[in-house]
Every structure is written in C-alpha cells, then in structure tokens.
C-alpha cells in the first residue's frame, strides 16, 4: 500500500519503511500551493530534500500531482501552516519556511498579517478540497489532527512543560483549520491522538513542540492500520 503525505516530519516519521511513501510534500502552506507558481531558475540548496520542498513550493508542485494522483491514500496534516505567508510582485503567495530564508528570494516580498491569514486559507482550502474530491475522492483521504504539544519526555525521562506557551495559539488555529476540512470532507478518514501528544527531548530532529514521543508514532501506525485496512476504497 502506498501514501502520499502533504504535510511535516509529524507524519512522515511515524512510517518505518521509506517504500511506503510515494511522495512527501512539506514546508508549504495550502495558500501557497494553491496560488500562480513562480517562474524563477531552480532553487540548489546544501540539502537535496530541502531544495526539492522550497522548489516544490515555489511551483506549486503538489497541485499539479494531485492531477494524477496514484498513491492509495493521501495523508494531511497543518503542522506546516505555522510558517508565515509572503506575497511576491506578481499577486503570488509563498510559504515562508527556514528553508526558503535560506535562499535569495525573501528579499522586496511582503509579509501577509497574520490576522488575514485565516480566511486567506479558507479561500485556498476550498481549491484545495475541490481537488481532492475530483481527482482522489474522500474516502481516500486521511486527515492527521496532528497538534503542538505542551509537555515533553526529558532525556532523563521526566514530564516537562515548555517554557513558552506558543502551542496555545498555534492550536488554536490548528483546530480552526483541521475542523474546516472535517465539515468540508465529510467522508475523510480522521486521526486525532490527544492522549499520546508528548514531545521527546531525544527526537532525531531534536526537541520541539511537534516531535513527538515514539508512543505517538506506534499509535499513528495502529491507527492508520485500522483506516485503511479495515474500509475498503470504492
């Protein structure tokens, strides 16, 4: 069985075998997918990975896929909608990733006020969920309620809070955004994982608010398991 992820290393490591995935699509917004590509000469940046996810974000790769859309399942999650949206000369939307400040490009681009950002999704999430009932159907779709986590397992094995509480604004419009796809996607398959939503201080990318505890990602792949396996695809 193949999926396709648009979305973070939330989803994209809870998978044990690389085969499994068809394609990875990250550091993008649906406002930037879904807005005019950008007509520029290849992003080359130290990390192939990096330099393909700014690109793909700058030609608005995935809109283009989905098209011909030939993975099982496609997988969701807005873990990357934390990134800031710039806007260029030309009306086109660009996601504001750490991988994209490295290059040249983010000079003489304005920022969109984070205040407009929501309806701004909500304008490019109808293109969006247009796209994936003609070209993949609902059912196919699995939206990954992935959040920030407040707490994480120190090395030490303790549970601690985070310094900052930047996870109480980041979702609290994550969970605008996730039940504006629910209502919208009504046959979607849903994953939510509240009760294992820890971080872990000894996480491969390091500690952050969104890499989570291994308990999560086993649970990721039981649940994942039942959707897939136990529905049939019309």
């Not at 290849?42 to 989905?66: A, G």
């Not at 779709?141 to 992935?146: L, R």
């Not at 491969?204 to 695809?233: C, D, M, V």
Request: hydrophobic content about 35%; some cysteine; aromatic content about 14%.
């Amino acid at each position: 069985m193949k999926f396709d992820i648009l979305g973070s290393c939330v989803t994209r490591d809870a998978f044990l075998s690389k085969e499994e995935i068809n394609k990875y699509f990250a550091r993008s917004s649906i406002v930037s997918i879904y807005s005019p590509p950008i007509n520029i000469e290849k992003v080359d940046l130290n990390s192939r990975f990096q330099s393909r996810m700014v690109n793909y974000d700058l030609t608005k790769e995935f809109r283009k896929y989905v098209r011909n859309f030939s993975s099982d399942f496609l997988i969701i999650d807005l873990i990357d909608e934390r990134f800031r949206i710039l806007k260029n000369s030309e009306g086109s939307y660009l996601t504001r990733s750490t991988e994209f400040l490295k290059t040249e490009l983010h000079k003489d681009i304005s920022l969109i006020p984070q205040e407009k950002t929501f309806e701004l999704w909500k304008e490019k999430a109808d293109l969006f969920i247009e796209d994936l009932k003609k070209y993949i159907g609902e059912n196919r779709v699995i939206i990954h309620k992935a959040f920030w986590s407040s707490t994480y397992i120190s090395n030490n094995l303790e549970l601690i809070p985070f310094e900052h509480n930047n996870h109480i604004e980041a979702n609290k419009i994550l969970n605008l955004m996730y039940a504006y796809l629910e209502y919208k996607l009504p046959q979607a398959k849903v994953i939510e994982l509240q009760d294992y939503l820890v971080a872990d201080e000894s996480h491969k990318w390091g500690l952050s608010n969104f890499h989570y505890q291994p308990l999560y990602y086993a649970q990721f792949r039981k649940e994942l398991k039942i959707h897939t396996e136990s529905n049939s695809i019309c």
